[in-house]
């Protein structure tokens, strides 16, 4: 089985037979594979129509639910570990999204794309336009990524709230780790993925 | 050449199966014997893996799908879903559906005689509940040679026969589909309900229940009871839609006697057409059956707790304009079978029909049903 390159970083953080949220789940791989391999309990929440169809039809449980809605029918403690990819940045409320998360989960798994990347501080700083890239295809007015933030801005939320951070890894866009990102994370890095706890 | 469409299990004949050993009743009566009749759509399997049992709402009955003779206008009422290639498709699935005990479509109910009497029983039929009709399932499951359903599916009150099973008989049924429904009645929903159970007790014709006996039909009261109904399965939007403030006769008539509204009109027609084919006393056991059903209440409410001893896979739908089982109901359900760390997927259908939207080929409601259906392992 072929996982995405950032789910297959995130596999390895979720223990077996754990009991895991996957929040904006998607088409339900990363949860599919985390069954069939760890023999993991899952839910994954989801929005989009034809992703929880996808879901269903691999037999991972799906919860047709906007994360905007908030997580207060998720008992406190009820998960091992809640996970949210590439959604932070799409949620009206990232810091309730992460509360919500820390309140249900025992530790949090979450990526976003990094706003402090170099690329996107030369395209506003050169060009003077919000950054589109393959990666970030849309542009200001259509972009359901409406809570940008970089690496650092998380790590001062995460501060703030008394979040701990148990790991950290920065990628490039193929989730490729470098040396040089490892250096200079918030001006090479990508996408950043972050284990958190209280 | 076969006068049905390619996808209707075509032409089907009712089965009828007699039961002799008593069966012990919620309310503390029994039934020394009853009768229930069915239908099977497709082939059950040599390993006997593949039997799906539907269960019928308020008014539905054993008649699902296909058709009794080549002159029916209309196929069963859950055609939509089931035939070969659609969504609980026959040519994997042995279907099996039946009308519940206390109906008015041939198993034994109120307007059934009574063998100790050898009138119909009338008032005096036992009032029977979701739990008796599950415990009737399973005897004619035991008669089939079904010892697990590969699936259970109903919407509605039918909804709550799926989950009753689930919790009732955890290791009889590999997965459990549970449309527009939820674990128990509001108590808007009880009430809805008392106002159609008062417009039939209250028709003179009504005659205490006994009413076979004197040869007439509350056919007004229960005619009022499904006009009452009918409003609480339709949205605002779709009778907007509909109907609009469209008038018969274009005008006004300043008067009380005229039919003046087109919703007017199509509520009386379907009054009147339900009182020509429905049992009064049916209808009233029906409604208390929706209202007394509530599996967590020996749990002091705790549904959750209710659910652990749930194996089955859960499929919840809900529709958004449902206003008499509301989304928010069918999210509780689902969010307890969470809670009890059971399997469970839910799917909130936009669909402007209310809470008739689970009778109808919605597509999203369709491809969820179809690809959970598709999910059942099938030997041979």
Redesign the interface.
């Known amino acids: 089985m072929s996982l995405r390159a950032d789910l297959q970083i995130i596999e390895k953080w979720i223990k077996p037979a754990s009991?895991v949220l996957d929040l904006g789940c998607g088409n339900g791989e990363l949860l599919h594979y985390l069954q069939e391999a760890k023999q993991v309990?899952g839910?994954g929440l989801e929005i989009d129509?034809d992703n929880?169809?996808a879901?269903?039809?691999k037999?991972?449980?799906?919860?047709?639910?906007n994360l905007d809605h908030g997580l207060d029918?998720?008992?406190d403690r009820?998960f091992d570990t809640v996970v949210m990819t590439q959604a932070l940045q799409a949620v009206h409320y990232p810091d309730r999204a992460l509360e919500g998360m820390l309140r249900i989960g025992r530790e949090a798994i979450l990526t976003f794309p990094n706003f402090g990347h170099w690329r996107c501080r030369m395209y506003l700083g050169i060009k003077g336009r919000m950054p589109v890239s393959e990666f970030m295809p849309y542009t200001w007015y259509n972009t359901p990524n409406i809570h940008f933030c970089t690496f650092k801005d998380f790590e001062n939320l995460c501060h703030e709230r008394s979040v701990k951070i148990l790991d950290r890894l920065v990628v490039d866009q193929t989730h490729r780790s470098s040396k040089l990102s490892a250096m200079w994370p918030n001006l090479l890095g990508e996408v950043a993925i972050y284990r958190v706890t209280r | 050449m076969s006068p049905f469409p390619a996808d209707s299990v075509g032409l089907v004949t009712p089965q009828r199966q007699t039961f002799t050993e008593p069966l012990q009743l919620a309310c503390g009566r029994s039934l020394s014997q009853y009768e229930l009749v069915y239908e099977t759509y497709g082939q059950l399997n040599a390993s006997r893996s593949n039997a799906v049992l539907i269960c019928h709402a308020l008014s539905g009955h054993h008649h699902a799908a296909g058709y009794h003779s080549e002159d029916d206008r209309k196929p069963g009422w859950w055609d939509a879903c089931i035939g070969p290639g659609k969504a609980i498709d026959t040519n994997r699935f042995f279907v099996v559906s039946l009308n519940n005990l206390g109906g008015c479509h041939g198993s034994t109910g109120p307007s059934s005689i009574d063998p100790d009497t050898g009138k119909s029983y009338g008032a005096n039929f036992p009032m029977i509940v979701v739990e008796d009709w599950v415990n009737s399932q399973a005897r004619l499951a035991d008669h089939l040679g079904i010892d697990c359903w590969a699936a259970i599916v109903g919407g509605s009150l039918g909804g709550m026969q799926a989950l009753q099973w689930a919790i009732a008989y955890p290791e009889r049924l590999r997965y459990c589909v549970a449309v527009a429904t939820a674990s128990k009645l509001s108590a808007q929903n009880i009430a809805f309900n008392e106002v159609a159970r008062q417009a039939i007790i209250s028709d003179p014709d009504f005659r205490d229940g006994d009413y076979a006996a004197f040869g007439v039909v509350p056919k007004h009261g229960l005619g009022l009871a499904r006009m009452v109904g009918h409003i609480t399965y339709l949205s605002d939007d779709a009778m907007g839609q509909k109907f609009g403030r469209d008038l018969r006769a274009g005008e006004l008539k300043y008067d009380l006697k005229s039919v003046e509204f087109q919703v007017e009109s199509y509520l009386r027609y379907q009054g009147q057409e339900f009182s020509q084919r429905f049992d009064a006393n049916t209808y009233l056991l029906m409604t208390k059956a929706l209202d007394y059903y509530d599996p967590a209440r020996v749990h002091d409410g705790n549904l959750a707790k209710t659910l652990e001893p749930v194996q089955a896979r859960f499929?919840v739908v809900s529709f958004s304009t449902d206003w008499r089982f509301p989304p928010s109901r069918s999210?509780e359900l689902?969010?307890a079978l969470?809670?009890a760390?059971k399997?469970?997927?839910?799917?909130?259908v936009d669909a402007a029909q209310g809470h008739d939207a689970f009778l109808l080929p919605i597509p999203?409601y369709i491809?969820?049903l179809s690809?959970?259906m598709?999910?059942i392992e099938v030997q041979a």
């Open positions: 009991h309990h839910y129509p929880i169809n879901c269903i039809a037999g991972v449980n799906v919860i047709d639910k029918n998720f008992e009820s | 499929l999210r689902a969010n969470i809670s760390r399997h469970v997927s839910y799917v909130e999203r491809q969820a690809s959970f598709n999910r």
